[in-house]
């Protein structure tokens, strides 16, 4: 029997299938996951926020990070969510284990993420007035 990894073709299509497949990912998370669109819409605020309160270079690296950070918990948690639910449909105290603290990732990133965006955005909201 061949190996998995004897059985996978290298090349530049499989390069370009695995590009598609990423946006498959993000299309399923964008449509079907409502905390994935909160999350959109969060970047879109700080995006537009940041341009109007002239952020540093270095304030949007850290605003690029977080974003990065918390949709790809919520991707990571997604995925999770449904290899828990493609392995058993019964309530399972595991399965809720697994459910539940990759959501709690997600939760905990994101407050990360609104006390990093706070402290950039209050201060320059503070100077306008």
């Not at 969060?42 to 304030?59: C, D, F, M, R, Y």
Request: with cysteine; hydrophobic share 55%; glycine share 6%.
């Amino acid at each position: 029997m061949e190996s998995h990894d004897k059985r996978k073709k290298l090349g530049i299509h499989r390069f370009f299938a695995s590009f598609r497949y990423s946006f498959e990912g993000l299309k399923y998370a964008y449509l079907n996951e409502q905390s994935m669109l909160i999350h959109f819409l969060a970047v879109i605020v700080v995006i537009v926020l940041g341009i109007v309160l002239k952020i540093s270079v270095t304030e949007w690296l850290f605003c690029l990070c977080m974003f990065g950070f918390v949709m790809g918990a919520e991707l990571l948690n997604t995925a999770i969510e449904a290899t828990v639910d493609l392995v058993t449909e019964e309530k399972k105290p595991l399965a809720k284990i697994a459910k539940d603290t990759a959501s709690a990732g997600v939760l905990i990133l994101s407050l990360m993420s609104a006390i990093v965006g706070l402290t950039i955005f209050i201060p320059k909201v503070i100077a306008l007035f």
